[in-house]
């Protein structure tokens, strides 16, 4: 285990190595030089020269040590961003809302999985029933749904009409009373598809042999779900799990934008409307670190939880 992780420690080198070099390819040499756009319509070239100069755009592209690619690779390495197009730094930006993304997608993200899982292995063991059928009409008639709607039909239902909670995210009020209607429409949202993914896990395992024998032994039916099967299905939930983490991390865009959460979707969505490449750029580089270790992560639970997996 110890030489499989360092093996793929190693591997993770020229995977982030490339992902910089794509990030720096796609916004400095193809977005080429923003001094323009950051300097204003009326700037002077003077402006417009000093502005180049803070951010190093007067430096060459690759072929030198003092190159903007040596910067672009220090900065991420460093995670020290450098600043913003509003000349606060980027990282105190990240940091600042990291804490609210929190807040939202991990309620949502563990009330999802709950709910989900259970949900499908009690579908699952009353599989071809009545309830059975429904389950996956409502599934699919929630998956249809475009997720905007659902977004609009709380803010107007639960927020406006019945006033159980504030249309936007307020400061003085209680976090949780804040937050607490994007969790249930983002555990509402995306619970169709999570449950018609973990229900044809569970039918998988409920059709094996070994649960016929553990109900012939008289095991009650809450042992065999929820011991037996759910710990027979953890690698491919365990898959799913461990790779939505990152996202976790980066907030959920739409919630965030349209409840005025103060998270890192928020950020992303603000940098993106206002050509912000900078803070594009370092929260693409946080995405694909985070994919990276996320992944390695994946693999050591899968030896975790399954005693016939073993790396060398």
Known sequence: ???????????????????????????????GDISQQIAGKNADQQTIDEIRHEYGFDKPLFLSWDSQFIDHFKRAVTFDFGRAMDRERISEKIRRGVGPSLMLTGPMFCGELIVAVSLALIIAFVRGTVWDVSAVVICVAGMSIPYLSFIIFGQYFFAYKLDWFPIIYLPEEPMIKSVGLPIVIGIIAGL?????????????????????????????????????????????IITNVVLALPTLILGSFLLERFFGIPGLGYLMIEAIGSRDFFIINAMTFIFSLLIVVFTLLTDICYALVDPRISFK
């Open 192 to 236: 169709g598809a999570e449950l018609r993914f973990y229900r044809t896990i569970m039918l998988d395992e409920i059709r094996n042999d070994y649960v016929r024998t553990a109900f012939a032994k008289g095991l009650s039916t809450s042992r065999v779900l929820f011991k037996h099967v759910l710990k027979n299905a953890m690698i491919p």
């Open 1 to 31: 285990m110890t030489a499989f992780i360092i093996r793929r420690l190693i591997y993770m080198i020229p995977i982030v190595f490339g992902v910089l070099l794509v990030t720096f390819v796609l916004f400095t040499v193809v977005g």
